[in-house]
Nanobody
Framework: QVRLRESGGGLVQAGESLRLSCTTS????????MRWYRQATGKQRELVAQ???????SYPDSVKGRFSVSRNYARNTSYLQMNGLQPEDTAVYYC?????????WGQGTQVTVSS
């Protein structure tokens, strides 16, 4: 069974940093693309980072220069480093594996940034 498990969320003050982790199991981590999304209350889910199997990364303008995605092949884990957090970054963050047969989602981890 394929599973994704996020961790690392919490409550921080504006300007601080957090690193989220997404550990995978039951899937060949070396060949998959990993994505990170977030969903704030009352808003649509937003893609904030993607890292391909070859390590190439992409980000939307809203987080570019502040967020950084990486992956550790030995640990089957993806990381989302978030620096300079702002209250508007408050959301539930999810990791995702896109698949033709249906995307896989983690359970999400809450990130709250106070001003």
């Amino acid at each position: 069974q394929v599973r994704l498990r996020e961790s690392g969320g919490g409550l921080v003050q504006a300007g601080e940093s957090l690193r989220l982790s997404c550990t995978t199991s039951g899937i060949n981590f070396r060949i998959i693309t990993m994505r990170w999304y977030r969903q704030a209350t009352g808003k649509q889910r937003e893609l904030v980072a993607q890292i391909s199997s070859d390590g190439s990364q992409s980000y939307p303008d809203s987080v570019k220069g502040r967020f950084s995605v990486s992956r550790n092949y030995a640990r089957n884990t993806s990381y989302l480093q978030m620096n300079g957090l702002q209250p508007e970054d408050t959301a539930v963050y999810y990791c995702n594996v896109p698949r033709d047969s249906g995307d896989i989602w983690g359970q999400g981890t809450q990130v709250t940034v106070s001003s």
